[in-house]
Structure formats: C-alpha cells, structure tokens
C-alpha cells in the first residue's frame, strides 16, 4: 500500500550542527507535504509545508527540500538548538484520490546534545 | 489567539465507563479531525467532519463516535473504553481538506 516512511528514526547532534531528517514517500499522487514538531505530550505543531509544484521551501532555520523524481522529502534545520529536540514527522496529503487524507510518517526522533 | 483547544489534557476512566472528549476551535475551519496517538507511533486518523459531513476511517471500531454540533466545538465518544483504548488523543483542525491542519494539545487518555 501507500506508505510515508522515514530513513532514520533518530538523530543526534551537537548544539549549533545543521540536522537533515529524510523521508520517503510513495503515492505519486500526493501534492502537498508538511512537516510538524512533536515534544513530549504535546501535540504535533506545524513546521514548514511545501506543494508538488516546489522543490524547496526556506522558513525561519528550516528548509524543505522535495525531490519528486525519487520521492524523497527532507528537513534541513540549521543551527540546531536544544529546544529543537522532539520527534519529527513527515506527512502527505494524499489528494482527491484518498480523500485528501493524512498520512504520517514513523517519526525521527531528533536529540540535540549541549 | 486562535487556536485548537481541546478538554480536559488528561483523563483517567475506568474500563467499559464512557468518557467524552472535547476540541474546540477559534480558527472557524471547516474540517476536524480525530486521531488516536500511542507511543511512539504516528498518529491514527479515526474520524474527520467536514462541515456537518461525518466520514469514518474504514479501520476505526464502532466503539469510537463523534459530534460535531457546531463548527466550533467536536467530541469525541467512547463508549466503553478498553485498556487497548489509552492513548493521546489529538485533535486537529483545517480550512479545507487540502489545507493545512493544526492540532491541539491532544488529550492523554488512562484506562484503568
């Protein structure tokens, strides 16, 4: 079936190193991609989204990067801080076809040392 | 500020005693969403309305339902919680279906 998975379920840096957290997708179909934060016991929040038309996306130390042609997303944050320590999903809209369902990734749980 | 609320943060039932969860949301979306989170696990659609419109996620047991009496304010029904039952329970909101969705603070479920 449909799937969004992702590379690697941790990570570990050091304080002020740039992190890079991948993610494959599989429904070619799907057209828009968001990236959320989730800390502990705390809901998921909204990072960055990027559309099919895109293939690279900047917010405020974050960077999208879409790669249609292999299907592959990543999250670039730069100079990681120790408050970006959480888990990271990615998720697809999967359009009309899955009536415009969500689906999630497995989570990387990103730790960032002092 | 608007935003997704959702009551009460954390809730402890008994097995098989019904319990109710709330979402409510200043952001006037159109479509709410339900979903099921255990540890260390992505979260799990059960439900979602659009609008008045309920859809149900094909997987999602009959002993989970969900109201929407107006658009700000979602529950989430349980009718009698199993211990399979405890988990964060999120809920989230977006203008459209193909938008953006923003998630509450999620509700920490215990059955006991």
């Known amino acids: 079936g449909e799937s969004v998975g992702l590379h690697l379920p941790t990570l570990s840096v050091q304080e002020g190193d740039n992190s890079i957290i991948n993610c494959a997708y599989s429904?070619?179909?799907?057209?828009?991609f968001i990236w959320y934060k989730q800390e502990s016991g705390k809901g998921p929040q909204f990072i960055i989204d990027?559309?099919?038309?895109?293939d690279k996306r900047q917010g405020q130390r974050v960077t999208v990067l879409l790669n249609k042609t292999v299907k592959h997303l990543s999250l670039q944050i730069a100079a990681t801080q120790p408050g970006d320590s959480a888990v990271y999903f990615c998720?697809?809209?999967?359009?009309?076809?899955?009536?415009?369902?969500?689906?999630f990734g497995k989570g990387t749980l990103l730790t960032v040392n002092p | 500020d608007a935003m997704v609320i959702q009551n009460p943060r954390y809730q402890v039932t008994q097995f098989g005693k019904p319990v109710t969860l709330s979402c409510s949301q200043t952001?006037?979306?159109?479509?709410m969403y339900w979903y099921q989170q255990k540890s260390s696990q992505a979260p799990k659609l059960l439900f979602h309305y659009y609008d008045k419109d309920f859809n149900n996620e094909a997987d999602t047991p009959d002993n989970f339902q969900s109201r929407r009496p107006n658009t700000s304010f979602c529950f989430l029904d349980i009718r009698s919680p199993g211990l399979g039952d405890a988990a964060m329970y999120l809920c989230?909101?977006?203008?459209?279906?193909?938008?953006?969705?923003?998630f509450g603070p999620g509700t920490r479920l215990t059955v006991l």
């Open positions: 952001l006037n979306h159109n479509v």
């Open positions: 990027i559309r099919s038309n895109m």
């Open positions: 429904n070619s179909a799907s057209d828009y």
């Open positions: 989230a909101t977006s203008r459209e279906r193909a938008d953006t969705q923003y």
């Open positions: 998720a697809e809209n999967g359009g009309w076809d899955s009536n415009y369902k969500l689906t």
